[in-house]
């Protein structure tokens, strides 16, 4: 079945460490996302990539950085200098403008 | 810039009864809107979207939105709300061009009493 798949779906961090969510579609999808979710805020956009070796900066990028080294795959990686990283993560894809994002089912990350 | 807001934090609603969640969206142009549905802990699942034509659309589990440019506004509706529907839900703007940029809402909590 085609979708989107997140893993870890729980990691715990401790301070001062990266750690690095993966995301991986089969979608055959172009543009891919990141968002962080906070309780009362929504979703807010940390980086999208609309082609391989390309990516731009989200509304909340301070902190984290991602690669597109293949279609498939935007890893996520949060490093110490992101002060609050405890939050749900969510990927997402999309095919072309005019058409939904598709959502993983996230991951929980919690620093310790 | 795009952004949208949903002005209720909470809702509650008896079972059988109807919903309107509110959306209202700021964009330049004609906007392309989503809404989307979270159970708790999950991702998001699409419940309907519209680009153009008819204003009323309608989506699964008996959900319908209507687009309403005057008023800048994409509410979604339910006739009759069944317990099941309890869940998070986020009304989100597309962007055109090269941006692909989705834009969401800040969620509205639907909780359902029996």
């Known amino acids: 079945d085609g979708g989107i798949t997140q893993s870890p779906k729980y990691l715990f961090r401790k301070e001062g460490q990266n750690v690095t969510l993966s995301c991986e579609q089969n979608?055959?999808?172009?543009?891919m996302y990141w968002y962080r979710q906070d309780p009362g805020q929504g979703l807010r956009l940390i980086y999208y990539?609309?082609?391989?070796?390309?990516?731009q900066k989200g509304d909340i990028a301070e902190g984290y950085s991602v690669s597109r080294e293949k279609k498939e795959s935007f890893p996520l990686t949060v490093t110490s200098a992101q002060k609050n990283p405890t939050a749900f993560y969510l990927c997402?894809?999309?095919?072309?403008?005019?058409?939904?994002?598709?959502f993983g089912q996230g991951t929980r990350l919690t620093v310790v | 810039a795009q952004s949208v807001t949903q002005p209720d934090i909470h809702i509650t609603v008896s079972e059988g009864a109807s919903l309107e969640l509110r959306c209202n969206y700021s964009?330049?142009?004609?906007?392309?809107l989503f809404w989307y549905v979270q159970s708790p802990g999950q991702g998001l699942q699409l419940l309907l979207k519209?680009?153009?034509?008819?204003?009323l659309v309608q989506g699964i589990k008996g959900f319908e939105a209507e687009f309403k440019r005057s008023q800048s506004s994409f509410n979604l509706r339910k006739p009759s709300v069944h317990w099941s529907d309890a869940a998070e839900y986020f009304c989100?703007?597309?962007?055109?061009?090269?941006?692909?940029?989705?834009?969401f809402g800040t969620g509205t909590q639907l909780k359902v009493e029996l």
């Open positions: 997402a894809s999309r095919d072309r403008v005019n058409t939904e994002a598709f």
């Open positions: 990539s609309q082609i391989v070796n390309d990516f």
């Open positions: 979608l055959n999808h172009d543009a």
């Open positions: 519209y680009f153009s034509g008819d204003t």
């Open positions: 989100a703007v597309g962007e055109l061009g090269g941006g692909n940029k989705l834009t």
């Open positions: 964009y330049g142009a004609t906007p392309y």
